[in-house]
């Protein structure tokens, strides 16, 4: 028996002691392969503030483009000649999630918006609790330690809002409803089942992690303002598409999600939503 686990022994169970026998003699640590996930829509402009930061720890890459026509897939391809590129054809940031999503191949998925409002340094805050025994991590801008420099006042008044609602109805104590940079294990993609087009998704996510019963924790974020260009969020028709999310999720209750189909094998690093079986 190697010395580590000597010195254990008198509060060691048989099967434990077998586990950190094993652990010991291990010459290697596997650690789980993470995915990002870029939705984009003419986004090239920003990428190259974006992309040379993302860790090399990563696994892979993908950006998910929505039809741009200012080159985004060029230049990503560019920054990063092992960058996947999924095409959809389906606007909305929902879509393209959804796209990413089934095109990962990691263990653990890292949701990020492609204008630079989120550093891809943080990733490392949100993998600890994964790594710890959550099954997602979700990035608050909201909490200690956090602050945002491009929200402005009547999105943070209706993100409040919304981010109450949701304490009231559910039994969670979010501080932050409406904000993108989310973690998950893979294998949890069933359980969240999105199937919203829109800027909605990320409540989407969060709602149904809930209602699944999935150890939800959140992590400090620092949100930056976009680098280049125009949001493409408009507070009033998508804080209302987002309200109408929370209510119909409350009253669907805590029905099974459906399974997404399995993934498909791709080739090279350019496929389309239609390739991963995405088509409505």
């Known amino acids: 028996m190697s010395e580590p686990v000597a010195q254990l022994q008198p509060v060691l169970d048989a099967a434990s002691e077998s586990r950190l026998a094993s652990f010991c003699d291990s010459p290697t640590l596997i650690l789980p392969r993470v995915s990002f996930v870029i939705p984009t829509l003419n986004e090239a402009e920003n990428l190259p503030y974006l992309l040379p930061r993302i860790p090399p720890w990563v696994w892979e890459t993908i950006i998910v483009d929505g039809r741009s026509t200012d080159g985004t897939a060029e230049v990503a391809r560019r920054l990063r000649p092992d960058v996947r590129i999924v095409m959809e054809s389906r606007p909305g940031k929902g879509a393209a999630l959804q796209a990413g999503f089934r095109a990962a191949t990691g263990d653990i998925i890292v949701m990020l918006d492609g204008d630079g ?19 997602l991590v979700k990035g608050s801008r909201f909490i200690q330690g956090a602050r945002s420099e491009d929200i402005s ?17 559910y039994p969670c104590s979010f501080s932050d409803l409406c904000y993108g940079y989310i973690a998950f294990w893979a294998r949890h ?38 680098i280049n260009g125009a949001s493409n969020l408009h507070p009033i028709r998508d804080g209302t598409r987002i309200l109408k999310t929370i209510l119909r999720e409350r009253m669907v209750g805590n029905n099974p999600r459906r399974p997404l189909p ?14 991963l079986g995405l088509g409505r």
């Open 117 to 135: 409002s989120m550093a891809p340094e943080e990733a490392i805050r949100f993998l600890g609790p994964l790594l710890s025994g959550a099954d």
């Open 262 to 275: 399995a993934p498909v094998p791709l080739t090279g690093n350019v496929e389309s939503a239609g390739e």
């Open 189 to 226: 993609v069933d359980c969240l089942d999105c199937d919203c087009d829109g800027f909605e998704i990320e409540t989407l996510i969060n709602l149904r992690a809930l209602k699944g019963r999935l150890n939800v924790v959140e992590v400090a974020s620092f949100e930056a303002p976009r």
């Open 153 to 169: 006042i009547i999105r943070a008044l209706g993100n409040w809002g919304l981010t109450q609602i949701v304490r009231l109805l």
